[in-house]
């Protein structure tokens, strides 16, 4: 009997512990950081490492097929004389983004932070030998931005990323077969991220589309590993995929949720987590010095506007020069966004998508019994909407509270618009009984 008891209780513990390695259930900070980070709707990504010298994106090194001991020699000459910190917060702050996710480490594999796991790192490996991830996280804290921390899954500078996967296969790797340590590497850097630099809103992979669908990249003892250091920071995987259990959020790289324009997100299903979207100002995400193609004002604002529409962030990229400036344009086009925002913020921060699907002529917000009407391309001075006239105690123009006229029929109002709408985003606010 006492045997069969110790079966029972065996079976019992392999199969809670199957659970627990199943079901992730969030703390109820971390839940109430989701929500904080639904509502800050707006942040800016920054893509910068030594990469920015050679002034053509973030993936030069696979694209040129370099050397990856030729290319790690390119530290020796980083020194970003022009870096400041409290400037690339202040104007973050001017865009009016909340947050911001930088690279601690993309695909090359050099860690932009002081890190004891390799001396392929910021600190160690070039004559600036500041870790500008600390005088970042110490200027976020105190102007009041919350921190993300990009962080690549993969790696095209250790041996230890094995097998070779999708990328960066001419960089001239070993590879050798010692995942192991590479896990541990991620694991430990991990650790250094979450414990040397406060408290951090997001951990952000990306890179996992570099093996096939079958890898087991252990990710559930990532994340796990993640949560039991800072509960309360939120994992986000670019993986294109639907969330993995363990995961916080959920992003779209160059795509509104549930869109797949940029040919990444056929396989990534929307699901029931926060959402975010990630896009490029220009083309490139790390600094090219040819690719001046920047988005308009009036293309940014849409964005913004349709991600918030969308239930989504937007989390806007810009690539800083190899001095450690942000690009001029990408600056005046945060301080456009900004601008607008300072108008506008009360019909996008802490809004979720509102009841009405998003629409060509645009979307809708909302906030508590508020609706905004985002008007974005609307050829007609009238709009209809699905909403019963019953429910709805007033339409106004968001800017300056005048009325807006409407008939209600059966199932929806017809708005009296009187002109067609020509400003960026003409809002309207509905207040609902
Ligand atoms: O950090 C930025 C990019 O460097 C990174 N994600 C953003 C945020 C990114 N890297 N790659 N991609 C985005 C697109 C992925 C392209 C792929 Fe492929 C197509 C991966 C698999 C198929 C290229 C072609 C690499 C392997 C085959």
């Given at each position: 009997?006492?045997?069969?008891?110790?079966?029972?209780?065996?079976?019992?513990?392999?199969?809670?512990?199957?659970?627990?390695?199943?079901?992730?259930?969030?703390?109820?900070?971390?839940?109430?950081?989701?929500?904080?980070?639904?509502?800050?709707?707006?942040?800016?990504?920054?893509?910068?490492?030594?990469?920015?010298?050679?002034?053509?994106?973030?993936?030069?090194?696979?694209?040129?097929?370099?050397?990856?001991?030729?290319?790690?020699?390119?530290?020796?000459?980083?020194?970003?004389?022009?870096?400041?910190?409290?400037?690339?917060?202040?104007?973050?702050?001017?865009?009016?983004?909340?947050?911001?996710?930088?690279?601690?480490?993309?695909?090359?594999?050099?860690?932009?932070?002081?890190?004891?796991?390799?001396?392929?790192?910021?600190?160690?490996?070039?004559?600036?030998?500041?870790?500008?991830?600390?005088?970042?996280?110490?200027?976020?804290?105190?102007?009041?931005?919350?921190?993300?921390?990009?962080y690549?899954i993969?790696?095209?500078?250790?041996?230890?990323?094995?097998?070779?996967?999708?990328?960066?296969?001419?960089?001239?790797?070993?590879?050798?077969?010692?995942?192991?340590?590479?896990?541990?590497?991620?694991?430990?850097?991990?650790?250094?991220?979450?414990?040397?630099?406060?408290?951090?809103?997001?951990i952000w992979f990306d890179g996992m589309?570099?093996?096939?669908?079958?890898?087991?990249?252990?990710?559930?003892?990532?994340?796990?590993?993640?949560?039991?250091?800072?509960?309360?920071?939120?994992?986000i995987n670019n993986?294109?995929?639907?969330?993995?259990?363990?995961?916080?959020?959920?992003?779209?790289?160059?795509?509104?949720?549930?869109?797949?324009?940029?040919?990444?997100?056929?396989?990534?299903?929307?699901?029931?987590?926060?959402?975010?979207?990630?896009?490029?100002?220009?083309?490139?995400?790390?600094?090219?010095?040819?690719?001046?193609?920047?988005?308009?004002?009036?293309?940014?604002?849409?964005?913004?506007?349709?991600?918030?529409?969308?239930?989504?962030?937007?989390?806007?990229?810009?690539?800083?020069?190899?001095?450690?400036?942000?690009?001029?344009?990408?600056?005046?086009?945060?301080?456009?966004?900004?601008?607008?925002?300072?108008?506008?913020?009360?019909?996008?921060?802490?809004?979720?998508?509102?009841?009405?699907?998003?629409?060509?002529?645009?979307?809708?917000?909302?906030?508590?019994?508020?609706?905004?009407?985002?008007?974005?391309?609307?050829?007609?001075?009238?709009?209809?909407?699905?909403?019963?006239?019953?429910?709805?105690?007033?339409?106004?123009?968001?800017?300056?509270?005048?009325?807006?006229?409407?008939?209600?029929?059966?199932?929806?109002?017809?708005?009296?618009?009187?002109?067609?709408?020509?400003?960026?985003?003409?809002?309207?606010?509905?207040?609902?009984?």
């Amino acid at each position: 009997m006492k045997h069969f008891i110790s079966i029972l209780m065996m079976i019992y513990l392999v199969y809670s512990g199957a659970l627990a390695q199943e079901n992730y259930i969030p703390t109820a900070e971390n839940l109430k950081n989701r929500e904080e980070f639904q509502d800050m709707k707006f942040g800016v990504f920054i893509h910068w490492g030594i990469y920015s010298m050679m002034a053509d994106g973030e993936w030069i090194m696979n694209n040129k097929n370099l050397n990856y001991k030729e290319y790690a020699l390119l530290a020796q000459g980083f020194y970003p004389s022009a870096f400041d910190a409290a400037k690339w917060v202040s104007d973050v702050k001017a865009s009016g983004a909340k947050y911001i996710c930088i690279t601690s480490r993309h695909h090359d594999g050099f860690s932009m932070f002081g890190t004891k796991q390799s001396p392929y790192n910021i600190v160690d490996a070039t004559p600036f030998k500041r870790d500008i991830i600390k005088e970042l996280a110490e200027e976020c804290h105190k102007q009041g931005i919350k921190l993300h921390f990009y962080y690549s899954i993969l790696d095209w500078s250790r041996d230890d990323y094995f097998p070779i996967g999708r990328s960066g296969r001419g960089v001239g790797r070993i590879n050798k077969g010692e995942w192991k340590t590479y896990h541990n590497f991620m694991l430990n850097q991990l650790t250094e991220l979450l414990t040397n630099y406060g408290e951090i809103g997001a951990i952000w992979f990306d890179g996992m589309w570099d093996q096939p669908e079958d890898f087991d990249w252990k990710l559930r003892e990532i994340y796990d590993h993640i949560h039991s250091i800072q509960p309360g920071c939120l994992i986000i995987n670019n993986h294109h995929l639907a969330p993995i259990e363990g995961e916080d959020g959920q992003t779209f790289e160059k795509d509104l949720p549930g869109q797949n324009q940029s040919g990444y997100s056929s396989t990534a299903t929307v699901g029931k987590l926060p959402l975010e979207t990630c896009e490029t100002m220009n083309h490139t995400w790390g600094y090219s010095i040819t690719d001046k193609d920047y988005k308009s004002e009036k293309e940014l604002i849409h964005y913004l506007v349709k991600a918030a529409g969308n239930n989504a962030n937007l989390l806007m990229n810009v690539g800083p020069r190899p001095n450690g400036e942000f690009p001029d344009i990408a600056i005046e086009r945060y301080l456009a966004i900004g601008r607008w925002l300072n108008e506008y913020g009360e019909s996008i921060y802490g809004t979720r998508g509102g009841i009405i699907e998003p629409r060509d002529w645009g979307v809708t917000t909302q906030k508590g019994n508020k609706i905004y009407v985002h008007i974005l391309n609307l050829e007609d001075d009238a709009l209809y909407l699905p909403i019963q006239g019953k429910m709805i105690a007033s339409v106004k123009q968001f800017i300056d509270g005048k009325p807006i006229k409407f008939t209600t029929s059966e199932k929806g109002i017809l708005l009296n618009l009187n002109s067609k709408p020509d400003a960026i985003d003409y809002v309207l606010e509905i207040d609902m009984k």
